[in-house]
């Protein structure tokens, strides 16, 4: 199969501080899952962990969109993970769950990276 979707963003953590200085918790609780919010506890400067996140949901957002039909997909509807071998990915729920079967997509590739405050993700979807 082809490639159906490509997505590339980056987000500077000083983004993630000043959303979060702004509105705290309640945007912790709009843009990321459950599981999201607590991985980032784990990490000493979490701004940058949560920026490579919203990088990577943005980029799945362009890789769904093509036509302008992802117009219903949410920040809860895409969720990064780690993979066993310790890469990331993500899972896809609700409105991109439905996105990407509209789209005939069953696979999905995520990079991540981040340097000099910055956060960048890509998104490949076949």
Not at 36 to 62: F, M, Q, T, V
Not at 102 to 121: D, K, Y
Request: proline share 2%; charged share 25%.
């Amino acid at each position: 199969m082809g490639v159906l979707g490509v997505g590339i963003d980056l987000v500077p953590a000083s983004r993630v501080d000043e959303l979060l200085s702004r509105h705290g918790e309640r945007a912790l609780h709009r843009l990321f899952t459950e599981s999201e919010r607590k991985r980032a506890a784990e990490y000493a400067h979490p701004s940058l962990h949560l920026a490579a996140r919203i990088a990577a949901k943005e980029a799945a957002y362009k890789a769904l969109s093509g036509d302008g039909r992802a117009n219903g997909v949410g920040w809860q509807d895409l969720e990064v993970h780690r993979l066993a071998d310790g890469r990331p990915g993500l899972v896809f729920h609700g409105a991109a769950k439905r996105r990407m079967a509209e789209l005939g997509a069953t696979r999905c590739h995520l990079s991540l990276t981040h340097a000099g405050g910055v956060a960048a993700a890509v998104v490949i979807l076949e």
